[in-house]
């Protein structure tokens, strides 16, 4: 049981790095690209559904992707029913 709240604290912190990868400009033939490439294949899966069923807040010019919050918050549900 240990190993599966490990795991969900690892994927929370995934999901926050590819939050802070998103805020800067990252070249497409760089090293940062791939470990971003590979933190969105890890996150697509659970981000994709989430992101379609709540779709990006409007801001002005800008919309506020709410899914990685959404799934963060429910990973933290998760973990609090499991006897971490």
């Known amino acids: 049981m240990a190993l ?3 795991l969900l604290s690892a994927y929370v912190y995934v999901i926050l790095i590819r939050i802070i990868l998103s805020w800067f400009p990252i070249s497409p033939h760089g090293s940062v690209a791939a470990v971003a490439g590979f933190l969105y294949l890890l996150t ?18 800008m919309a506020l992707d709410l899914s990685p919050i959404v799934v963060i918050i429910g990973l933290q549900v998760v973990a609090s029913i499991l006897p971490c």
């Open 44 to 61: 697509d899966p659970v981000l994709g559904p989430v992101r379609r069923a709540l779709p990006p807040v409007r801001l002005g010019m």
């Open 4 to 6: 599966v709240c490990w």
